[in-house]
Nanobody, 129 residues
């Protein structure tokens, strides 16, 4: 079992930046793939990015590729999401989630929004013009 807690959300102007953090409990943090997902009002939760337990392999949704960067520090039990060049359409509640099993990149794209094992409670990001 792992518990996740997001932080770092806030309100910024379009073009600005934020860095989200996902702090996890437990000694087995390094045994999980960690992903970021987001949900805007009236929309389904969608995949944003994921980082493998090796801390090297990453995948991004096309909508954020080139603007967002996911990273992890297993020594601190923390995963980060650096968000640059924020757009109004990026506004959403952002969730981090953990998966103990190993899945393909496509699985995270198509099924990870509801298939991850553990979820944080989310942090709100608002980017306005």
């Amino acid at each position: 079992q792992v518990q996740l807690a997001e932080s770092g959300g806030g309100s910024v102007q379009a073009g600005g930046s934020l860095r989200l953090s996902c702090a996890a409990s437990g000694r087995t943090f390094s045994s999980y793939d960690i992903g970021w997902f987001r949900q805007a009002p009236g929309k389904e939760r969608e995949f944003v990015a994921v980082i493998r337990r090796n801390g090297v392999t990453t995948y991004y949704a096309d909508s954020v590729k080139g603007r967002f960067t996911i990273s992890r520090d297993n020594a601190k039990n923390t995963v980060y999401l650096q968000m640059n060049s924020l757009r109004p359409e990026d506004s959403a509640v952002y969730y981090c989630a953990a998966s103990a099993a190993s899945y393909s990149a496509n699985w995270y794209y198509t099924s990870g929004s509801y298939g991850m094992d553990y979820w944080g409670k989310g942090t709100l990001v608002t980017a306005s013009s």
